[in-house]
């Protein structure tokens, strides 16, 4: 059978096998590393002092933290030119096209809902044509709305752990996984929760996905 849905911009058809839903920055695409490329091409540069990005983002010739406002237009001018500077994170392309054998898989990106064009041509050029959803809103529920009922295995990939656990609180058989591509960010991130995985690398996840749907 057949399960259909319509989510933001994006016409769902789940057939009855598991579901995975994976974030796309820092988790199927590159994000932190061609974002701070793409700051030092602007005047500006990510420093790894904490885990987020205002209060990180400097400019090169006067060494002054940017304004929030300053850090929100160049994350928004990123989105739009992210065709220049973003590209898959590592074997993830090869992964998700071994799991497609067996599994529904769905991008929830984090990302403004006007920058899905952008995104869906970007994904598209790597051939990662899984449906995207583009939202503003807190995953959890979305999450829950996109399975909805169904007693079929359910995977949740992020690299932030307040969406995993919206994620756990809202559909609570979700199966969450941490996973952030940008190695020196992902030491300083805080603790996921003992009662998510984290995984190292996508072959690493594809090995808990298998497991956690018996496959």
């Given amino acids: 059978m057949t399960t259909q849905a319509t989510v933001g911009h994006t016409q769902l058809s789940l057939e009855d096998r598991p579901l995975v839903i994976c974030d796309v920055d820092e988790v199927v695409l590159e994000f932190l590393t061609p974002f701070n490329a793409f700051l030092n091409a602007n005047g500006f540069e ?25 850090c929100r237009e160049l994350l928004e001018r990123f989105f739009f030119e992210q065709l220049d ?5 590592s074997d993830v392309e090869t992964v998700l096209s071994n799991l497609a054998d ?17 995104r869906r041509t970007l994904l598209d050029r790597h051939g990662l044509n899984y449906p995207l959803v583009a939202t503003n809103e807190e995953k959890g529920p979305l999450i829950r709305e996109i399975h909805a009922e169904r007693e079929l295995p359910l995977i949740f990939v992020d690299d932030m752990a307040y ?19 940008n190695a020196t960010f992902r030491s300083m991130a805080p603790h996921p929760g003992d ?10 996840i594809e090995q808990i996905i298998r497991a956690h749907m018996g496959a």
């Avoid at 609570?172 to 996973?179: D, E, G, L």
């Fill in 195 to 204: 009662d998510v995985v984290e995984a190292e690398d996508w072959p690493h």
């Fill in 102 to 118: 067996t599994a529904d898989i769905i991008f929830l990106s984090a990302m403004p809902p006007h920058h899905y064009d952008i």
């Fill in 163 to 181: 969406n995993l656990h919206s994620a756990k609180k809202h559909a609570p058989s979700a199966h969450a996984i941490y996973y952030m591509s």
């Fill in 46 to 70: 990510l420093l790894p002092r904490s885990f987020r990005l205002t209060g990180n983002i400097i400019g090169l010739d006067d060494g002054e933290t940017a304004e929030k406002e300053t």
């Fill in 85 to 89: 500077w973003q590209t898959p994170t």
